[in-house]
């Protein structure tokens, strides 16, 4: 059993993505570097048929038709309002936009022959599950690339955090360690697997919070605190951040980035 089962609300993901659907672009410089990361890493051939898992707003759709002019691509996101805008704003030609759980993925066995993720499988409250799904829909031979956040993620505010109160405020991500057990367990072949580690720099804390919120990306957890943050609390976090702050006067915030290469084999 992963660990991360029960701590991750799929309900609070989907509702969550689908209000931020219309900001999350104009906050998401980082979610766009790290997809075109991604993208840089697939092989430049014609698999017939393509998706895009946590297609998000749709920004990869046109990245990856453009890659593989002639494959069905399909786009598959849990938020029905990340689905509603991206249709509208990005349309896309021989594209096929599901709405779905990752873990319990609308396609049939053997369906897909190439499957690009970028910051979906974090959401995933049974990665296990994922990962079984990835191979079933997968057709032999298919490959599956993917990006994923490790538990360094944030570092800063959740230590900042643990300095005000026991209370879970930033979200847990799983160790490259178990994911590669549960990669296995599913019967597929870690092919590659690299970390990479991403820092951004904010004046103020406001900052970072603001655009966590925009991208709809804040806290997810199970059990987490509800109600409003009082004052108090708001000043002790700014205070238990301040430490961080680096010589040019900036607060930074780390991402810690996977890149998985999966293989079915054939």
């Avoid at 704003?89 to 759980?101: A, Q």
């Avoid at 799983?174 to 590669?180: C, F, G, K, R």
């Amino acid at each position: 059993m992963s660990p991360s089962e029960g701590v991750i609300s799929k309900r609070r993901v989907a509702e969550s993505f689908s209000r931020c659907a219309a900001s999350y672009d104009s906050v998401a410089q980082l979610q766009r570097d790290i997809g075109h990361q991604l993208l840089s890493r697939l092989p430049a051939d014609r698999p017939q048929r393509l998706l895009d898992l946590g297609s998000g707003t749709g920004y990869f759709a046109d990245q990856l038709r453009k890659t593989y002019p002639h494959a069905s691509l399909y786009c598959l996101d849990i938020a029905q309002g990340m689905l509603a805008y991206a249709r509208t704003n990005r349309p896309v030609d021989n594209c096929h936009w599901l709405c779905g759980d990752a873990e319990q993925l609308p396609l049939a066995d053997n369906s897909i022959d190439r499957l690009f993720s970028s910051l979906a499988v974090q959401w995933c409250e049974r990665p296990e599950r994922l990962f079984a799904e990835v191979q079933r829909s997968l057709a032999p031979g298919g490959e599956a690339f993917i990006a994923t956040l490790g538990p360094d993620t944030l570092y800063e505010l959740r230590d900042a955090w643990a300095a005000v109160d026991n209370d879970t405020h930033v979200n847990r991500f799983l160790p490259l360690e178990q994911l590669t057990v549960d990669i296995t367990d599913s019967g597929l072949q870690l092919c590659a697997a690299a970390t990479d580690y991403q820092v951004l720099c904010y004046p103020q804390l406001r900052e970072l919070t603001y655009e966590l919120k925009h991208l709809g990306a804040h806290n997810m957890n199970q059990g987490q605190p509800t109600g409003l943050t009082g004052r108090q609390r708001i000043a002790a976090l700014k205070a238990a951040y301040e430490p961080f702050r680096d010589p040019r006067g900036q607060l930074p915030a780390t991402y810690q980035v996977y890149y998985l290469h999966l293989r079915k084999e054939s």
